[in-house]
């Protein structure tokens, strides 16, 4: 049995990315969507992420265009008061329920075929009837899962797991019944931070924690990266004016540490990986409480009383448990057209935020009807890896932000889309400390964009 679904737009993924881009086209254009999602419901990785996960920036930059998450509200209480709240997993799933149920199904233009499967050919297929559903020529594919992170409990170890070897993903740290003498944590990102954190909090001695760190990260000082327009953009002109002088980008990143915004866990070693998502200073306290650290390289094999990695072996107790964090969160396949014929494919268009990115293009499609205008306003972006690939990814944020910045109407609607780190909310009453981030933004951008591109292209 079959069914021809009377419809404009089918996006594939009901995570932040096809939720925001359906936001923002159904708000700025008379179309019916379909939303595609093999889960039960919409809200993406969140559905399986690990339980004490949180967004790892302020809630204010993630989520939709048209509903704020989180309120705007603030810390009051414990080590981040004064600094935005940061949602957790139940509050972002519960944010994207609401998103479907009170603002896209209740416009009666947009329906969830959830448990179902986009198998081509116009076609998806319901994982639970097997029920078919096509739609019409006409209507426009978005693949919103372009750049879907791996999830850590739906990924194997990337590592060979030995006999008699305790190895968990995260996903399951909080479930473990019996605690160890050990707890070994790979992986050097976000998600590894994350599991320190956690284990410190719940009374593990950081001598009973062995971390491996395949390579050293440098990460964004939270405080930095605010809703408020004094703050953010004071941080941008920062960054901009050490960007224009800076003769390497080794350099850069130190410079950037003395004014602030980078961190790194130790100061004897140079980072070489820049995904830079963002830490708290009293994270960063913690974490350097752990000392067991060891730079080996990635595990190969994880042993009953050992750990062999990529430059050696280490001897850990028979019961330690392994923590598997190395599950590759931010993505960085081919940048390709948004817009194609035959698909449109939303990615992050400033540097990081990939929210606002969605939500962007969500607008253009709305009020543009030239794909290739569409595109010259909207190239793509990547996620940074390393030093050279964050300095691309900002010289490509700064020249889009120009583009799309140029358009008077999206100009205004970025104002007033809180998703947008870098507006000045309409109303906002100014400053001087505002007043001056401006003057230097203006006076360093050229400069900084030119010498970013000189070191993208050193590396």
Avoid at 77 to 95: F, V
Avoid at 282 to 298: F, N, P, Q, Y
Avoid at 315 to 327: K, N
């Amino acid at each position: 049995m079959g069914q021809s679904l009377d419809v404009d737009y089918l996006v594939i993924g009901a995570g932040a990315t096809g939720m925001a881009f359906t936001d923002a086209l159904v708000d700025h254009a008379d179309v019916r969507v379909a939303l595609v999602d093999r889960r039960h419901a919409p809200g993406g990785h969140w559905l399986k992420a690990y339980p004490f996960v949180r967004l790892h920036q302020s809630s204010t930059f993630y989520g939709v265009a048209s509903t704020l998450l989180g309120g705007g509200r603030v810390q009051t209480r414990g080590p981040e008061a004064g600094l935005h709240e940061r949602a957790d997993k139940a509050g972002i799933c519960s944010y994207f329920a609401d998103v479907l149920a009170d603002r896209l199904e209740a416009s009666g233009r947009v329906e969830l075929l959830a448990g179902c499967e986009y198998v081509g050919d116009r076609t998806v297929v319901s994982r639970i009837s097997g029920r078919r559903h096509t739609v019409p020529e006409r209507c426009r594919i978005v693949d919103a899962r372009y750049l879907s992170p791996d999830i850590p409990a739906e990924s194997p170890p990337r590592f060979t797991v030995g006999d008699g070897a305790r190895v968990v993903p995260v996903n399951f740290l909080p479930h473990v019944e019996e605690a160890p003498g050990c707890h070994v944590v790979v992986g050097s990102g976000k998600t590894a931070t994350d599991a320190c954190v956690w284990l410190l909090a719940n009374g593990v001695d950081p001598d009973a924690i062995c971390w491996i760190r395949p390579r050293e990260p440098w990460m964004l000082n939270r405080a930095k990266i605010q809703p408020e327009p004094e703050i953010f953009l004071g941080m941008v002109a920062d960054l901009l004016q050490a960007v224009a002088g800076a003769p390497s980008l080794p350099d850069l990143f130190v410079r950037l540490e003395d004014l602030g915004i980078m961190l790194r866990i130790d100061r004897s070693v140079t980072p070489t990986m820049a995904k830079t998502p963002t830490l708290a200073t009293w994270e960063l306290d913690e974490l350097r409480s752990i000392e067991d650290v060891v730079r080996l390289g990635h595990v190969t094999t994880a042993c009953r009383g050992r750990i062999d990695l990529e430059q050696g072996s280490i001897a850990v107790p028979g019961d330690a448990l392994v923590v598997d964090c190395a599950a590759d969160g931010l993505k960085r396949p081919p940048l390709i057209p948004i817009w194609r014929p035959e698909v449109i494919t939303p990615q992050p268009v400033r540097a990081g935020f990939p929210c606002f990115g969605a939500a962007l293009a969500g607008y253009v499609e709305a009020t543009r009807s030239d794909d290739a205008e569409k595109n010259r306003l909207c190239p793509p972006s990547p996620y940074g890896n390393t030093l050279a690939d964050w300095a691309q990814m900002n010289l490509l944020g700064l020249r889009n932000a120009a583009a799309f910045g140029a358009e008077p109407d999206i100009r205004e609607w970025s104002a007033a889309t809180a998703l947008n780190p870098a507006r000045i909310p309409p109303g906002h009453d100014g400053s001087a400390a505002l007043d001056d981030a401006i003057t230097r933004i203006g006076a360093h951008s050229g400069p900084a964009v030119a010498r970013l591109a000189e070191l993208a292209a050193v590396g």
